[in-house]
C-alpha cells in the first residue's frame, strides 16, 4: 500500500508512475490528497476542542481549589458542549480515516523506472534467450498424450475426484514431481535460503497483508464457514511470518523457502493453452522469498532470477527471461521478471516463474519494520519468486526429453528419481 504522505508530496511523480501501469482511476489520487486534507482539518479541530477541555478541567480544578465556586461552575456548564464536539468530531475523523483507507487500498504499487511502457504480454521485453532449442522426433506428442501413453498423469480420474484443473500424478509421474520438489528445495537452501513449512490455509489479514486481497479475492478458494483462503502461493503465508515484525539491521536479508500446494480458481481461463498440465486450479511451487534493506533490494532481484536461471540450466531447459511491461504487472510489484521455458511439441513459452520486488508495498500492510544504523524503525523491502512452480516444468521436460525410445530423465534428477528413464 501506498503511504499517503508519498501520495502528498509526489503528486505528479505517482500519476506518471500509474499511468505505466495502465492504472485506469488516475483520479483516484487527487480524491486521496483530499481526504486526508479534510482528515488532517477534522484532526485538528479534535486536538483544539480536546484541548480547551483539558485546559477547562485544569481551571476548574484550580477554581475550585481557591474557592471561586461560581467561576467554577460557569466553566462546568460549558463541558456538556466540549464533550458533544468532541464525539462528534471523532466520529467524523473515524469515517473520513475509513473512506481514505478503502481508496487507499485500490491504489496499485508504483512501478519502477526501468519498467517499459505497455499493456499487454506481447509488449514484455525480452531481456535475454538462453539455451538450445531441442529437435525432437517427427511423431513427437505434447505432454498430456505423453503422460497417458506412459501412465504418469491421469486428468479425468482428477476431474472424477475433484473437477478438471486437478490432476492425479502416479508412478514414474509421481516420482518426476516429489525430484523436482526435493532438488529444487535443496538449490534453494544451498543459496542460502531456509525451508520452512507453512499453512496451506491464510486468515484476510495475512492475504491482505501481501496484497492478495482485496485485488485477487476472485482467484482465491474462500472457506466461508471459517473466514479463511486457501493459499494461491507460498509467498502469502511465508512473508506473513514477519508480520509485526521489527528486524534488526544485521539480520537482513531474510531468505526463506518453502513447498506448497497452490489452489488458483483461474477464473474466465480457457482454450487450448489451458489443455494439461498448462493452467491448473492446484499445483505444487517452491518459493524463495525475501526480506531485504531498501538499499539492496534490487541487486538481490537480480541473484534471485540468476538462480532461477541456473535451475532451467542445469535441467537443460531453453528459457528466456522478460521483464514485465506495466499493464501485464501484478497489482503489488514495482518490478517483475517472468522466466519462461520453450516447449518443443506445443512450439510456444511457457511461464514457470515470476521474480518481483515489491519494494515496501507489502511492508507497509504488514508493518515489516527493521531498526536502521540510527536507532529508528524503517520498513524493509520484500521481495519473491517462484523457483520453481512444477507443472509446466514437468511439461517441458517430457515434451522435449521424450525420444522414441521413451523420455530421458534430466541428468541432476536422477539421483532424486533413482531412474534414467520413463519407458
Excluded at 514414474?172 to 542460502?192: H, P
Excluded at 505444487?284 to 526480506?291: G, N, P, T
Excluded at 522478460?322 to 519462461?340: I, Q
Excluded at 511492508?363 to 520453481?388: C, D, I, M, P, V
Amino acid at each position: 500500500m501506498l503511504q499517503v504522505n508519498y501520495i502528498r508530496d509526489n503528486r505528479e511523480q505517482v500519476l506518471e508512475r500509474l499511468a505505466v501501469k495502465n492504472f485506469k482511476q488516475p483520479a483516484l489520487v487527487d480524491e486521496i490528497i483530499q481526504l486526508d486534507d479534510k482528515r488532517r482539518q477534522t484532526q485538528t479541530s479534535l486536538d483544539n476542542v480536546s484541548a480547551e477541555a483539558n485546559a477547562a478541567a485544569k481551571q476548574i480544578g484550580e477554581l475550585m481549589r481557591a474557592g471561586k465556586k461560581e467561576e467554577a461552575e460557569v466553566l462546568k456548564s460549558k463541558t456538556g458542549t466540549w464533550k458533544e464536539d468532541i464525539k462528534t468530531l471523532g466520529e467524523q475523523l473515524s469515517t473520513i480515516e475509513d473512506e481514505l483507507y478503502q481508496k487507499q487500498v485500490l491504489l496499485p504499487n508504483l512501478p519502477h523506472s526501468s519498467v517499459p511502457k505497455g499493456l499487454t504480454p506481447e509488449e514484455n521485453e525480452v531481456v535475454l534467450e538462453s539455451g538450445a532449442m531441442p529437435h525432437l522426433p517427427a511423431n513427437a506428442l505434447p505432454h498430456w498424450e505423453l503422460a497417458a501413453k506412459y501412465n504418469l498423469i491421469d486428468f479425468e480420474l482428477g476431474v472424477k475426484i475433484t473437477g478438471a484443473g486437478f490432476p492425479v500424478y502416479k508412478n514414474k509421474g509421481a516420482k518426476l514431481q516429489r525430484a523436482l520438489i526435493n532438488y529444487f528445495i535443496d538449490e534453494a537452501e544451498k543459496a542460502g535460503f531456509s525451508e520452512v513449512s507453512v499453512p496451506l490455509m491464510v486468515n484476510e489479514a495475512s492475504g491482505f497483508g501481501t496484497s492478495q486481497l482485496p485485488d485477487k479475492e476472485g482467484q482465491m478458494y474462500y472457506v466461508g464457514l471459517d473466514n479463511l483462503y486457501l493459499i494461491p502461493t507460498a509467498e502469502v503465508p511465508i512473508t506473513n511470518l514477519y508480520r509485526d515484525v521489527i528486524l534488526k539491521a544485521d539480520e537482513l536479508p531474510v531468505k526463506n523457502c518453502g513447498h506448497t500446494p497452490c489452489f488458483r480458481r483461474e477464473a474466465g481461463s480457457y482454450g487450448a493453452h489451458v489443455r494439461g498440465l498448462n493452467r491448473l486450479h492446484q499445483f505444487d511451487k517452491v518459493e524463495i522469498v525475501q526480506i531485504a534493506h531498501p538499499d539492496n533490494s534490487y541487486a538481490l532481484l537480480e541473484e534471485m532470477v540468476s538462480h532461477v536461471q541456473g535451475l532451467l540450466q542445469k535441467l537443460g531447459l531453453p528459457y528466456r527471461v522478460l521483464r514485465l511491461c506495466g499493464g501485464d504487472m501484478g497489482f503489488g510489484s514495482a518490478l517483475t521478471y517472468d522466466l519462461e521455458t520453450w516447449s518443443a511439441a506445443q512450439q510456444r513459452w511457457l511461464e514457470v516463474s515470476s521474480v518481483s520486488n515489491f519494494e515496501t508495498f507489502q511492508s507497509y500492510r504488514l508493518k515489516l519494520r527493521f531498526r536502521n544504523a540510527e536507532g529508528k524503525t524503517q520498513l524493509a523491502h520484500t521481495l519473491n519468486g517462484s523457483a520453481l512452480a512444477l507443472p509446466r516444468i514437468v511439461a517441458t521436460i517430457l515434451e522435449n526429453y521424450q525420444t522414441e525410445n521413451g523420455i530421458k530423465v534430466p541428468e541432476v534428477l536422477v539421483p532424486y528419481t533413482k531412474f534414467e528413464w520413463i519407458d
